[in-house]
């Protein structure tokens, strides 16, 4: 079985670092890239970037550059996605998912950032 | 970029009914169209990918139509456990690029 394990909710202050890491199982890591996607309250998911954990190769969505990080660790079977210099705009739960058909099938259960001071 | 837009908004039906849910993008994205059911505290489910094609699991009242930039899930009889926000969302290969429209609210008349 398939599954993307996330780590839990967390609360920051504007200005701070958030990394959350998403432990797969059920398939091999390296076979399937790894995505990330915020989704804000009320809104639909956004798409951010993604990891082939293979190579370690990432690809970021342009309004995230340069706040974003998302890594692979293949002796464990983690990926993990940092975003800094947080807003109030980055209160959201971040998802993890793969991809083993065209889209994503499977999906971690979410981990609610809360960005406050 | 290409935008999603869904519609209604939010749509009111009873157990029983037949729900027409439409996804408009902004340029043709070809087949490359999928649909997610979300339930509140839960991550997206994927019922249909590449417009027409049920994920495994996914209820026979579950089927997706269209192509190019107007797409429609159709749920044939409505279940209670239907009532859920949809989204659409579409796919670009390379550069790789996702987009989701805003969502259509199925809730209970």
């Known amino acids: 079985e398939v599954q993307l394990i996330q780590s839990g909710a967390d609360v920051k202050k504007p200005g701070a670092t958030v990394k959350i890491s998403c432990k797969v199982s059920?398939?091999?890591?390296?076979?399937?890239?790894i995505h990330w996607l915020k989704q804000a309250p009320g809104k639909g998911p956004e798409w951010m970037g993604l990891?082939?954990?293979?190579?370690?190769?990432?690809v970021y969505v342009e309004k995230f550059q340069g706040r974003l990080s998302i890594t692979a660790d293949t002796s464990s079977d983690t990926t993990y996605m940092e975003l800094s210099s947080l807003r109030s705009e980055d209160t959201a739960v971040y998802f993890c998912?793969?991809?083993?058909?065209?889209?994503?099938?499977?999906w971690g259960q979410g981990t609610l950032v809360t960005v406050s001071s | 970029e290409i935008v999603l837009t869904q519609s209604p908004p939010t749509l009111s039906l009873s157990p029983g009914e037949r729900a027409t849910l439409s996804c408009r993008a902004s340029?043709?994205?070809?087949?490359?169209l999928a649909w997610y059911q979300q339930k509140p505290g839960q991550a997206p489910r994927l019922l249909i990918y590449d417009t027409s094609n049920r994920a495994p699991g996914v209820p026979a009242r579950f089927s997706g139509s269209g192509s190019g930039t107007d797409f429609t899930l159709t749920i044939s009889s409505l279940e209670p456990e239907d009532f859920a926000v949809y989204y659409c969302?579409?796919?670009?290969?390379?550069?790789?690029?996702?987009?989701f429209g805003q969502g259509t609210k199925l809730e209970i008349k």
């Open positions: 340029q043709s994205v070809s087949s490359f």
């Open positions: 990891v082939d954990p293979e190579d370690g190769e990432t």
């Open positions: 969302q579409q796919r670009t290969n390379w550069p790789p690029s996702y987009t």
């Open positions: 059920g398939y091999t890591f390296i076979d399937y890239n």
């Open positions: 998912a793969t991809a083993t058909s065209p889209v994503f099938d499977y």
